[in-house]
């Protein structure tokens, strides 16, 4: 099966809407001509109606930071996965390390967020990742196994069409430094095989598996050299239009 690659922009807390829907312009302009490529980009909340109208007809998809697990409620400060849709979101980033450390993101709050997602037809991207203390006892793959198992336990393999997994070491996000080529390869190979054995081989053949922490311009035509890198999930270089384009045109 052939995945289309995809780049994600995750900008985090970051950019107010004037400045989103700048930045949203110039990369669809930069980028009009890329086909071969899914190009998402996840502003703040009160960006997303703004940079939903500027992208709109052009060849960049919107992507939100997080949702709540339930349809409504009296949540104060949350977003239901409606609210996202009718804001013009496709996209949902679920699980990310921030929102684990941060926030105190459960296995359980995953699961039930990535549930709320794919009920709406959301694509969820579930993020997994190891910290430097998990990685330096040698607990990656256990690390892995469980936010993985965890996240998807439960799940009709149907509803998980549109998943996309996103490997994002936690001592590499915003420090500058990549896991080298021979462990991204070992952990998305891993993880390949472990949504087969967790869910089905046609959730783990159709789930594009992005690689985060760190992408910037120079190592990202590496990066998607090795076998089962489907894309990348990008933090700080996917701020300026200019350095995410020429991440998206890696070639």
Same mark, same amino acid.
């Given at each position: ?7 994600a922009g995750n900008w985090k807390m970051f950019k107010t809407g004037p400045e989103a829907v700048d930045t949203a ?35 960049? &998809? !919107?992507?939100?930071?997080? $949702?709540?697990? =339930?349809?409504?409620? @009296? ?5 239901? +996965? ?52 998990q990685r330096e006892a040698g607990n990656t793959f256990l690390t ?14 149907? &509803? !998980?069409?549109?998943?996309? $997994?996103?490997? =994002?070491?936690?001592? @590499? ?5 990549? +896991? ?72």
């Open positions: 099966m052939t995945r289309k690659p995809l780049i312009v110039h990369l669809a302009e930069d980028c009009a001509d890329v086909t071969d490529v899914d190009i998402m980009i996840a502003p703040a909340y009160v960006c997303l109606p703004l940079v939903a109208a500027a992208i709109a007809g052009t060849r960049i &998809h !919107l992507g939100a930071q997080n $949702l709540h697990f =339930e349809n409504q409620g @009296a949540f104060t400060g949350e977003i239901s +996965a409606d609210m996202l849709k009718t804001a013009g979101v496709e996209y949902v980033i679920i699980g990310h390390s921030e929102r684990r450390q941060y926030f105190f993101e459960t296995d359980d709050t995953v699961n039930k967020k990535i549930k709320a997602a794919a009920a709406k037809g959301l694509k969820p991207i579930l993020c997994v990742g190891e910290t430097d203390a892995l196994d469980k936010q993985v198992s965890d996240g998807l336990k439960g799940h009709d393999p149907k &509803h !998980l069409k549109d998943l996309v $997994l996103a490997y =994002e070491p936690v001592w @590499a996000i915003g420090t500058g430094q990549t +896991a080298g080529p021979d462990q991204v390869a070992e952990v998305h190979e891993y993880l390949r095989n472990l949504l087969e054995t967790r869910v089905s081989p046609d959730t783990a053949q159709s789930t594009r598996i992005l690689y985060g922490g760190s992408v910037k311009p120079e190592n990202i035509a590496e990066l998607m050299r090795i076998n089962d890198v489907d894309g990348a999930l990008v933090g700080g270089a996917s701020l300026d239009a200019n350095t995410f384009t020429n991440i998206v045109k890696y070639d």
